[in-house]
């Protein structure tokens, strides 16, 4: 996982998109040294966004809306960022398939956690305490 610092990426998401475009591969934007948002693929969002509701049984909350919103989409290279209307969370596309998005570092942690306890769900208790052993052991995400 890259991690680049946000005062360096606000204008040209352009090169990081790319990245994970090309790679699969999250990019964590930091601020101050501390997770600030995640740009992951789109896939990746749309299955955590899958399991998560099996756990929750109900729509994942969303971000409040944001008083001011950026005016349009804007081109980054050969990608269009979409802001949605909380003004953190970003959308980009590449013609008319979406390929990464941006997501507030907290919130995705806690969508995949609760995408965790979705797919527990669909397992026997013992699969289920065996990958809960092995989550346990897994380093916090930003020191893999």
Known sequence: ????????????????VAHVDQTGERV????????HSVLLPAA????????AQ?????????????GERPLGPARHGPYVRYVHVDGERMTFTRGRAVVAELRPAG????LEQQATFGRQEYMDPEQAAAFAEFLARQPPVGEQ
């Open 54 to 66: 099996r756990f929750l049984g109900a729509p994942i909350p969303l971000p409040d809306a944001a």
């Open 28 to 35: 964590v934007l930091t601020q101050d040294g501390q997770p």
């Open 44 to 51: 990746e969002l749309a299955e955590l966004g899958h399991w």
């Open 107 to 110: 919130w995705l942690s806690w």
């Open 1 to 16: 996982m890259r991690s680049v610092e946000l005062r360096d990426t606000v204008e040209d998401f352009g090169h990081l």
